[in-house]
């Protein structure tokens, strides 16, 4: 199977990526990864389109079967039929934001404080990720845009949406999986 896990940032696609991979015994890929140049401190510098296309390309290649979390909503189109199903994570804003801020703690610590080096990056992260569900400042990654993504997808499609668990969800995805 190649399973595209997408949702929200702060919805648990990576989590649930993971864990999918690992009941499937298969590679596990994070867009993330090809998304961001690698750097300290992490996701502050975007990789040019066509290199991260063709990162990503190279590593789906090589495994006949993936599981891959995060969005890819325009710049990986391209890898939309190697789709054999596509799970859409959604959880409560609050929730979100609040799994975010504690990430955001516990990446950057207190260079994340008020008036520390990574305050207004952080801050300016999670004005971002809460503008997901109403899609008026976040064009490239909203709900709207998901929406709109996943109705035109030529494989099926599986919504996930509220609080169940990892192992609640993975068996929702085992079923559809057949």
Do not use: K
Not at 27 to 41: G, S, V
């Amino acid at each position: 199977m190649r399973v595209h896990v997408v949702g929200a940032s702060g919805s648990g696609t990576t989590t649930l990526g993971r864990a999918l991979a690992g009941r499937l015994g298969c590679p596990f890929l994070d867009t993330d990864d090809y998304f961001w140049l690698p750097n300290e401190p992490p996701f502050q510098h975007i990789r040019e389109r066509g290199e991260r296309q063709a990162r990503l390309g190279a590593a789906l290649r090589v495994q006949p079967h993936w599981v891959l979390s995060g969005s890819l909503c325009g710049w990986g189109d391209v890898f939309i039929p190697l789709f054999d199903l596509v799970v859409f994570l959604w959880v409560p804003s609050a929730i979100r934001l609040a799994r975010l801020r504690a990430r955001e703690r516990a990446r950057y610590g207190d260079a994340i404080a008020p008036g520390a080096p990574q305050h207004d990056r952080s801050e300016a992260f999670m004005a971002w990720a809460a503008g997901y569900d109403e899609g008026l400042d976040v064009p490239e990654r909203c709900r709207r845009l998901h929406e709109t993504w996943l109705a035109a997808l030529p494989c099926p499609v599986l919504r996930i949406e509220g609080m169940a668990s990892v192992e609640a969800n993975l068996e929702l995805i085992s079923t559809s999986l057949g």
